[in-house]
T-cell receptor, first 112, second 113 residues
């Protein structure tokens, strides 16, 4: 089983829609969780860290469910500029907090 | 904020040649750098952890003699793909920073003919 798993998509939704991604992780001892955004042929950019209590940044909401070992990302009122690949990331077992493993990414395409 | 630069941004080479990729931390001291590889439409796969002044730690399945890592200073880590072959064509990207914040380099796109 992969350490971090995501639905690869693609998700194709109209502008203004709400879209949600889930990501599961296998290591129950993981402590740090993140969502990254990656545009085509570019490096990933940190979108937001995910905290136990859940956190929100504008149209983006991240949730962590430790019991079920998944994290989620909700995008409200989606914009054309949200089209990208969204990667979840989790810190690796027995390593420094800086060593993180990425999921395969979920492709999102927003249509006008 | 902290910036990580990477050079070259892209390279095309013949099969059998070696390619060196440099990753520099511009305004912080990088005791550790992480090297990833990404094939088209796939995720970033961690290859190795580069440690300043000591040997790199390689992930399972990554050949240390194939992918040579040198981290001789606090601002520079290098990855050399030795005797590159077409299957090594990929997007190579480094990541470094402090324990609080990490940054990716812009990546190097390697194409081996």
């Amino acid at each position: 089983r992969k350490e971090v798993e995501q639905d690869p998509g693609p998700f194709n939704v109209p502008e203004g829609a709400t879209v949600a991604f889930n990501c599961t992780y296998s290591n129950s001892a993981s402590q740090s969780f993140f969502w990254y955004r990656q545009d085509c042929r570019k490096e990933p950019k940190l979108l937001m860290s995910v905290y136990s209590s859940g956190n929100e940044d504008g149209r983006f909401t991240a949730q962590l469910n430790r019991a079920s070992q998944y994290i989620s990302l909700l995008i409200r009122d989606s914009k054309l500029s949200d089209s990208a690949t969204y990667l979840c990331a989790v810190n690796s077992l027995g390593s420094s907090a800086s060593k993180i493993i990425f999921g395969s990414g979920t492709r999102l395409s927003i249509r006008p | 904020g902290a910036v990580v630069s990477q050079h070259p941004s892209w390279v095309i080479c013949k099969s059998g040649t070696s390619v060196k990729i440099e990753c520099r931390s511009l305004d912080f001291q990088a005791t550790t750098m992480f090297w990833y590889r990404q094939f088209p439409k796939q995720s970033l796969m961690l290859m190795a952890t580069s440690n300043e002044g000591s040997k790199a730690t390689y992930e399972q399945g990554v050949e240390k003699d194939k992918f040579l890592i040198n981290h001789a200073s606090l601002t520079l880590s290098t990855l050399t793909v030795t005797s590159a072959h077409p299957e090594d064509s990929s997007f190579y990207i480094c990541r470094g920073g402090s324990s609080n914040e990490q940054f990716f380099g812009p990546g190097t796109r390697l194409t081996v003919l």
